[in-house]
């Protein structure tokens, strides 16, 4: 069964330290590993989709890199608006896409 | 606003009742999923339609059926309720049958079963 694991599960930084969020993942035939933000409240939004091993996306403050066994999500001088659960999911050869239980990051003005 | 929409935005019924929640995916996407979400579980993702046809399915139990209808839109029926099955039911829709294009989801729907 296809597995994503997501550490450390809280955060709190203090706004201008960056961090990283990482995602360990057991997905055979991995087809693509995304990444979305949560607000409470509110439905996951689309951040990014990997696809290969060494492939990086950025936006804003935030870079999504892979790796053949897990992806990090790295927050360069986080502001508190990027305070939000941050989930990964991967999707194999199955075609299902499953989600790991999320990184819940607090920023502190 | 990821322009899928879900009704009720909460819903509060007793155990044994049916309960029926309501997405319409965003203009022109023809996959809904169904997915669900508990503190302890994570997502779980519970059943896929493509214009208007099972595609895959999931951890959705016997209790539970959903469908798309000709216009898209689609229902996901919740029967027996069990205290349990309280939780976020979040719709997502996407253009394709896979996971080339992400999902966008809806806000959900709060069940609260007591």
């Known amino acids: 069964e296809d597995q994503v694991t997501q550490s450390p599960e809280a955060l709190r930084l203090q706004e201008g330290e960056s961090s990283s969020l990482n995602c360990s993942y057991t997905?055979?035939?991995?087809?693509?590993l995304f990444w979305y933000r949560q607000d409470p409240g509110k439905g996951p939004e689309f951040l990014f989709t990997?696809?290969?091993a060494g492939e990086e996306k950025e936006k804003e403050r935030l870079k999504a890199t892979l790796t053949k066994k897990e992806s990090f999500l790295h927050i360069t001088a986080p502001k508190p608006e990027d305070s939000a659960t941050y989930l990964c999911?991967?999707?194999?050869?199955?075609?299902?896409?499953?989600f790991g239980k999320g990184n819940q990051v607090v920023v502190i003005p | 606003d990821s322009g899928v929409t879900q009704t009720p935005k909460h819903l509060i019924t007793a155990t044994g009742q049916r309960v029926t929640l309501r997405c319409s995916p965003r203009?022109?996407?023809?996959?809904v999923y169904w997915y669900q979400q508990s503190l302890d579980q994570g997502l779980q993702f519970l059943i896929q339609?493509?214009?208007?046809?099972?595609?895959a399915k999931g951890n959705i139990l016997e209790r539970f059926s959903a469908q798309q209808f000709p216009d898209l839109h689609s229902e996901l029926n919740l029967s027996s309720l069990e205290l349990g099955d309280s939780a976020l039911y979040f719709c997502?829709?996407?253009?394709?049958?896979?996971?080339?294009?992400?999902?966008?989801f809806g806000n959900g729907t709060r069940l609260t079963v007591t």
């Open positions: 997502a829709s996407s253009g394709g049958t896979g996971y080339n294009s992400p999902l966008h």
């Open positions: 997905v055979s035939g991995l087809r693509g």
């Open positions: 990997l696809y290969s």
């Open positions: 999911a991967g999707v194999g050869g199955n075609n299902r896409l499953a």
């Open positions: 203009s022109g996407d023809l996959s």
């Open positions: 339609y493509y214009n208007g046809e099972e595609r």
